[in-house]
């Protein structure tokens, strides 16, 4: 078995030789200076070797002392952060979070920093995919994306997101692309990304053959085709609430305003049992921002 000195001796000792002053040290630790000095005794004959030594009127390390210091503080201060970092992991939550690329970046890291600052004991993991990429795993406590089939696990929640719309958009900024101006074809392209199955459901659902036959330039994420169209690169697909925010701003604009489709988001929620957890707290967050979309989640 390991033998261990006093620690309490340890501590007061450590005080001491940092200031080399048993009334600074008994300031620090709240104590008396004849308890400091106490307590030093007791270490001293504890290791058998003077610690101080007294010059008239001041304190002074021996060389024991001078060793044994900068050890015990180095030992304190690990001691201290183990019990920081053991306390952070108890009170922090981390939340996983499943997002499409469009969404996270357009849409909620502008937002996001709210929530964060109401509840500073959550840590967040934000992993972005395609949205019509699924759900392989269900890696994430919460996942929003559009899945047509998916067998949801009993231990998560379905929420449908009632109100979203899908839509072509432009910059004002671009010649009408309906024109038949030959001049104006030449500027009007389709900006296809991870959103290609949007196009096909929005050409056959809105206009059919209309834009068949015009240049399409692809992209591996739907939001970098979102940012060409926001340079006049051409027209892009997009939602409610991907470019909320755009179209607000004048950025954007609604291609054929009046065909449009719903887009069939959804939320797959971890169930839990806590009413103050990271996930409820988070879902609640999420649905009081996408009311003032007029969005609303609805479990199915």
Same mark, same amino acid.
């Given at each position: /078995?390991?033998?261990? %000195?006093?620690?309490? %001796? ?8 940092? *200031?080399? *002053? ?11 200076? !004849?308890?400091?000095? *106490? ?32 050890? $015990? ?6 001691? =201290? ?6 306390? #952070?992991? #108890? ?8 997002? %499409?690329?469009?969404?996270?970046? #357009?849409?909620?890291?502008? +937002? ?20 019509? =990429? ?26 449908? $997101? ?26 009007? +392209? ?14 056959? !659902?809105?206009?059919?053959?209309? /834009? ?44 054929? %305003? ?5 887009? *069939?988001?959804?939320?797959?929620? +971890? ?12 879902? !609640? ?16």
């Amino acid at each position: /078995m390991r033998r261990m %000195p006093p620690l309490n %001796p340890l501590r007061v000792f450590e005080v001491a030789a940092r *200031h080399e *002053h048993f009334g600074k040290a008994a300031e620090e630790l709240s104590v008396s200076d !004849s308890a400091v000095s *106490h307590q030093i005794r007791v270490l001293e004959e504890y290791m058998g070797v003077k610690l101080f030594l007294k010059e008239g009127r001041e304190l002074r390390l021996t060389s024991s002392g001078r060793s044994l210091g900068p050890v $015990l503080k180095q030992a304190f201060d690990l001691i =201290a952060d183990a019990a920081v970092s053991v306390s #952070k992991q #108890k009170t922090q939550a981390i939340l996983k979070l499943s997002v %499409p690329d469009s969404i996270a970046s #357009k849409w909620l890291v502008k +937002r996001i920093g709210r929530f964060l600052e109401a509840h500073p004991d959550i840590e967040l993991e934000l992993k972005t995919t395609e949205a019509h =990429a699924g759900v392989q795993d269900l890696y994430a406590d919460i996942s929003l994306g559009v899945w047509d089939e998916l067998d949801v696990p009993e231990d998560y929640i379905r929420y449908l $997101l009632n109100g979203v719309e899908m839509f072509p958009v432009c910059s004002p900024t671009l010649p009408d692309p309906m024109s038949r101006d030959p001049e104006n074809q030449s500027r009007f +392209r389709l900006l296809k990304g991870d959103d290609n199955p949007r196009w096909t459901r929005w050409f056959k !659902s809105c206009a059919p053959g209309l /834009m068949a036959e015009a240049e399409t330039i692809r992209y591996q994420q739907s939001s970098l085709a979102l940012e060409a169209a926001l340079y006049g690169q051409g027209v892009a697909m997009s939602d409610s609430i991907t470019a909320a925010d755009y179209l607000t701003e004048g950025r954007l604009m609604r291609l054929l %305003p009046e065909m449009s489709i719903p887009e *069939h988001l959804q939320l797959i929620v +971890r169930r839990t049992q806590e009413e103050n957890s990271a996930i409820v707290a988070f879902c !609640s967050w999420l649905n009081d921002e996408l009311n003032e979309l007029g969005i609303e989640l609805e479990s199915f």
